[in-house]
């Protein structure tokens, strides 16, 4: 979406000599005042458990990637920060996208359908952002909110709103594989990094992060975490499991194989993770542990075993857990980690 901010000064001829240097005045000041809006929080969702960042502005200056911590939460060219859903069953909850300052909405743009890139033939052409939003601050600052839920905007143009005010809910319009919100700063029409100033090629931003200190404190840096995680009685698909399917607490005893399963963001070439199966007596089921090879934005991965030929499995509650260790500063340690559980009865 291209955003263009024209302002227009009309002068009045005739006009007494102080009139018109009180005008003058004021709209020098009125262009003095640049100063950056405090950003608060742009979603209604608990960052870390409801929702998660898993993508930064990009600060590389060249074909690589890099985000503000110079880590890997990135990809070429990308210019927003994405706040993202763990999956499609938390978008129809429905989760309240909110201006984050006050502002005027400069322009809108509805009636995109919320569906995978991955899963549509449909061109976009110029459409990329889906369904979307763009405020207007004062001094060139303008904030973007893209991938909307066709229909969830609340907002007309030209409309004067409060920061935290409800624009619209997060959704999977336009190119997108993910719900998540894709929320852009600019000033002058170029990128602006909301975590902090520093131009590339110094991907390490030193300061000046344009957040309030309430919403701050929410906002630490996540190098990766576990999406969702949980058992299944047959092998699992991961766009299935995407759409909320094998989450159930029991299965039954006679299930044809037992599997462990993790759906997480943020993995790098050499990382090794560790997959296991426990028993109700602690016994160790299945186990696995493997290097990954590959970085990957989503990494979906799982572990099973074939339920005892004859016979069932025991009654009980089953243990699943999941580690990813990373050398940092030459050793191996845990990186992220997850523990389920499933009662077979």
Not at 31 to 46: D, M, Q, T, Y
Not at 68 to 80: I, N, V
Not at 81 to 106: E, I, K, Q, Y
Request: proline fraction near 4%; charged fraction near 20%; hydrophobic fraction near 40%.
């Amino acid at each position: 979406m291209t955003v263009t901010l024209t302002l227009k000064h009309h002068g009045l001829a005739g006009m007494l000599a102080g009139l018109a240097a009180l005008i003058t005045v004021s709209v020098a000041g009125e262009h003095a005042v640049a100063a950056p809006p405090e950003l608060e929080i742009p979603v209604a969702c608990e960052i870390g458990k409801e929702c998660f960042i898993q993508f930064y502005v990009d600060r590389d200056g060249g074909t690589g990637a890099a985000d503000y911590r110079c880590g890997a939460l990135s990809y070429d060219g990308h210019k927003g920060t994405d706040f993202r859903l763990v999956d499609l069953p938390a978008m129809n909850r429905g989760v309240v996208v909110r201006a984050a300052a006050s502002g005027r909405v400069r322009a809108i743009r509805d009636g995109e359908s919320d569906i995978s890139a991955d899963e549509s033939s449909r061109r976009l052409d110029g459409r990329e952002a889906g369904n979307a939003v763009v405020l207007v601050h004062g001094g060139g600052w303008e904030t973007q909110y893209n991938h909307l839920m066709k229909g969830s905007i609340t907002v007309a143009k030209g409309q004067q709103v409060r920061s935290g005010e409800a624009l619209g809910l997060i959704g999977l319009s336009g190119n997108t594989t993910f719900p998540h919100l894709d929320f852009t700063v600019r000033r002058g029409g170029k990128i602006v990094d909301p975590f902090g100033d520093g131009a590339a090629p110094a991907c390490a931003a030193t300061g000046g992060d344009l957040w309030s200190a309430a919403a701050a404190k929410h906002l630490a840096y996540q190098p990766g975490a576990v999406l969702l995680a949980g058992f299944a009685a047959q092998i699992p698909d991961r766009h299935n499991i995407r759409r909320g399917a094998h989450r159930a607490a029991e299965l039954s005893t006679l299930a044809p194989i037992l599997i462990f399963w993790v759906d997480m963001f943020g993995s790098v070439a050499g990382d090794t993770e560790r997959f296991r199966i426990l028993a109700p007596d602690g016994t160790v089921v299945a186990e696995r542990q493997q290097r990954l090879d590959k970085s990957a934005h989503q990494h979906f991965e799982s572990i099973g075993r074939l339920r005892p030929d004859p016979g069932a499995w025991p009654a009980g509650t089953y243990r699943g857990e999941y580690l990813l260790f990373r050398e940092i500063d030459g050793e191996r340690r845990p990186f992220i980690g997850a523990v389920r559980q499933i009662i077979l009865k």
